[in-house]
């Protein structure tokens, strides 16, 4: 069993992303990340909080906007087209989720295609879908797809089974994985909370894609022997014993699973990092694309 480290290949992307940080920087160019964040849920304050550490440390222009829980969608809307318009942002990423007065749709559409480091503005969602590489890819599934290659192991003719299908993972995962060329071409079964007999479906895979939100949800009877496990999950669950009074786990039963698999990543340590590190580098391709 291989256990697949997520911050090894997280710092090897860092590295690259600070070669190419350097070339723009040779060009007067600082690459600008602003991160909004509406409310004060606590899971969505610490991945800001990250997000904005790493830019701050890569030597990236980061801008932080923390809003109050009860901002009006008019409010929100207004600070988007705000850092649109700033020359010295090149990446603009609202967490999801907002609170319930927000019309996250619309919010997304608002944001300047080019600037959607998330690629969650249907133009980006098209390009993804259309094999576009103009594009700009979810953080996470991307983060994915480069642990995979970045590991040797093969997607190619593999069978792929995602386990949830939102916007932020599921999708994006699904149409990475189909997709034409390295990292893709597998033959992909979107699973969710719907699908019937999960467990033969996912016993199926020869790749198990876990990004169903639930904590420990995929135990040893979901997973083949060999199979390759991704575990998207970032969960709180209670744990008197740390000092948070909480411990992360993933949507995979880590213990009841690793030795089936033919490689695994751990929560933390796997998914989380890549997510980060492929912000930070969608971040600069927008500002190389914004100055070509
Ligand atoms: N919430 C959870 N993951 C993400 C992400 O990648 N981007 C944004 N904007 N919100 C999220």
């Known amino acids: 069993m291989q256990r697949i480290d ?9 590295d690259e992303t600070k070669v190419r940080i350097a ?4 060009r007067g160019i600082r690459p600008g990340l602003a991160v909004v964040l509406v409310g004060d849920d606590p899971a969505s304050r610490a991945y800001v909080r990250s997000k904005d550490r790493k830019a701050a440390e890569l030597g990236l222009h980061s801008v932080k906007h923390e809003l109050p829980a009860d901002t009006t969608q008019a409010v929100l809307i207004a600070l988007v087209a705000e850092l649109n318009a700033d020359p010295a942002v090149h990446g603009i990423l609202v967490q999801s ?16 295609p ?25 953080c996470t599934p991307l983060g994915c797809i480069r642990l995979l290659q970045e ?12 386990v949830g299908r939102s916007m932020i993972v599921g ?10 060329g390295p990292g893709g071409d597998a033959t992909v079964t979107v699973a969710h909370s719907r699908t019937q007999n999960l467990a033969e479906v996912t016993r199926r895979a020869d790749i198990v894609i876990a990004a169903i939100g639930r904590p420990h949800f995929l135990g040893a009877e979901h997973i083949r022997e060999g199979a390759v496990v991704i575990d998207v999950g970032i969960n709180r669950m209670e744990d008197p014993q740390h000092p948070k009074g909480y411990r992360l786990v993933g949507d995979v039963d880590y ?23 492929m912000l930070m580098s969608n971040c600069v391709t927008a500002a190389e694309r914004l100055n070509s």
Not at 115 to 126: L, R, S, T, W
Not at 171 to 180: D, F, G, H, I, V
Not at 255 to 267: E, F, H, L, M, S
């Open 151 to 162: 590991t040797g192991l093969e997607t190619a003719g593999k069978s792929a089974v995602v």
């Open 255 to 277: 213990d009841a699973v690793a030795a089936k698999c033919a490689a695994i990543t751990p929560v933390p340590g796997g998914v989380g990092p890549m997510t980060i590190a």
């Open 171 to 180: 999708k994006p995962m699904a149409l990475l994985l189909m997709k034409r």
């Open 97 to 112: 989720p907002p609170p319930p007065q927000i019309n996250e749709a619309e919010v997304v559409l608002a944001i300047d």
């Open 23 to 26: 070339a723009l920087a040779a």
């Open 114 to 138: 080019r600037k959607d480091v998330d690629g969650f503005h249907p133009v980006n969602v098209a390009k993804l879908a259309m094999e576009d590489p103009t594009g700009f890819v979810p």
């Open 6 to 14: 997520g911050a090894a290949v997280a710092a090897k992307v860092m």
